[in-house]
């Protein structure tokens, strides 16, 4: 699955800037190649921040899963802090910077030694300490945030306005398939040699890795590193690149931050508008919550390892694909705003059931003893019940979570004025990470006061409820007749 939006902070930009830039509607190798950026980028989030390397530094470096998540929220809600101070702005101010793929350049130059920089967090700290690693992932994080901007902002000039949407939607597809067959290709080549013996996977880790010192978790950052070193090419060989403007680098910031204003005056007019982009804030901030902390919570709640983690993945990031017909499904049926809702508290429902699972424990009331069953299967991972009702739950949660990020831009397109579509649209962009603090500081404030994962987690059920409720108040958004 993908924590990316398809129209993420740099949208403010996504605008025509001459009758060229519409296109024949044809995806050529510059939309493809704008495509390959971003489905070469995704899998950092897939194999670093959700399912291997953050769970590992939060069960192994740090070695308590509850400490462990309190240690990344925490740092966390510092990224968040550092993109919603800069990335809004950037985003404004871009269409006067002139140039990106200098600037894009730059970024991947400085992340593709940072993730490989990682292969050093070693159990025992002797590389890098767990503060260093929590630097470095911040930076990522921030430096990710930039190239999400300057990426989104060449989109209209990669593939023109009338084939954006096919880029977007290519985009999307390899981010997710990427992450598969990089989950696949670590689950194949480094985790399953030794647990298994199957005629078709190694007998013993590939090029020598130890499990010991936990190298097949590790490895995932220099994976993750070569995909979106080679990955990004593409894009520097063929995508166009804005032409100069020649404004001053600091005139553009400051013309960016009068944008800024004038796109939040034009909102505050709109009340239904207005409201549910506030409440979207919430909603939003709470379901990235759910995608960034599922494995922390998987590896300390379910006491799961490397191997099931990678399946976890595996199995989420195919299944969540459905999330998009899921969500055209619901809007054809319902409306924007009726889908949005139904996402929104099957959301709800998924995380609250999330809360009574345990691998001695299903939906809070029904106890289970391992041991007093046979296995679901003769499989390596995921032999009881409990795992299984634990994957359901997550499959649920990634599909309507995908669902909702197609929902909320319909729904925003149906409650605005086509004259103001711009503006909106800069707002919602700047809405989607003006609180991505939130979420993480929720997490923190709930694993530090009850000292559990579970009580960390249950703090995100208030970011949807608010964003539910907000909903409520919003007029407009129905099912077309």
């Keep these: 699955m993908s924590t990316v939006e398809a129209s993420g902070s740099g949208a403010v930009a996504d605008l025509p800037i001459d009758a060229e830039v519409m296109g024949d509607g044809r995806l050529n190798r510059g939309g493809v190649a704008w495509s390959l950026f971003e489905g070469a980028r995704n899998p950092y989030v897939i194999l670093i921040t959700i399912y291997i390397f953050m769970p590992y530094v939060a069960g192994v470096m740090v070695g308590d899963p509850v400490r462990g998540q309190e240690v990344i929220s925490q740092w966390s809600q510092y990224a968040g802090w550092a993109v919603m101070l800069t990335a809004p702005l950037l985003g404004a101010s871009i269409d006067q910077l002139g140039p990106r793929k200098g600037w894009l350049a730059l970024i991947v130059g400085l992340m593709v030694p940072m993730m490989i920089a990682l292969w050093w967090a070693r159990p025992d700290q002797s590389g890098l300490t767990v503060t260093m690693v929590m630097l470095l992932t911040t930076a990522i994080g921030l430096l990710f945030a930039f190239s999400e901007v300057l990426h989104n902002s060449l989109l209209v000039r990669a ?33 399953l040699p030794g647990k298994v013996d199957w005629a078709w996977v190694p007998q013993a880790p590939l090029f020598g890795l130890d499990p010991a010192s936990h190298e097949p978790e590790r490895v995932v950052a220099l994976m993750a590193a070569a995909i979106f070193a080679f990955g990004a090419l593409p894009l520097f060989l063929f995508t166009p690149d804005a032409p100069k403007t020649g404004v001053p680098m600091l005139t553009a ?98 995380i609250i059931a999330m809360l009574g699972m345990a691998p001695d424990k299903i939906l809070y009331f029904w106890a289970f003893d391992a041991a007093a069953h046979a296995p679901m299967w003769d499989g390596p991972v995921f032999r009881t019940l409990p795992e299984w009702i634990f994957i359901l739950i997550g499959f649920s949660n990634a599909v309507f979570i995908t669902a909702q990020y197609a929902s909320s831009r319909t729904m925003l397109t149906r409650i605005t004025p086509p004259d103001q579509t711009g503006a909106f649209f800069g707002v919602y962009a700047l809405s989607g990470v003006a609180t991505g603090w939130l979420g993480p500081m929720m997490v923190n404030w709930g694993t530090k006061a009850t000292h559990s994962q579970q009580g960390g987690f249950a703090m995100v059920t208030i970011l949807l409820a608010i964003g539910f409720v907000g909903l409520l108040f919003v007029r407009g958004g129905g099912r077309r007749i």
Excluded: C
């Design 159 to 191: 593939a023109g306005l009338n084939g954006a949407h096919k880029a977007s939607g290519l985009a999307l597809a390899l981010g997710n398939f990427t992450s598969v067959v990089a989950l696949a290709f670590t689950a194949w080549a480094f985790a």
């Design 253 to 350: 910031f400051r013309n960016g931050a009068v944008q800024l204003v004038r796109m939040v005056a034009t909102v505050r007019r709109y009340k239904d508008a207005a409201i549910y982009l506030v409440s979207r804030m919430f909603y939003v901030d709470g379901m990235n919550a759910i995608l960034i902390y599922a494995g922390l919570y998987a590896i300390g709640v379910m006491k799961w390892g490397a191997l099931e983690m990678l399946m976890y993945g595996i199995v989420l990031s195919i299944l969540a694909v459905f999330g998009g017909f899921v969500g055209r499904w619901l809007d054809a049926g319902l409306g924007p705003k009726g889908a949005v809702r139904v996402e929104i508290f099957m959301s709800l429902l998924g």
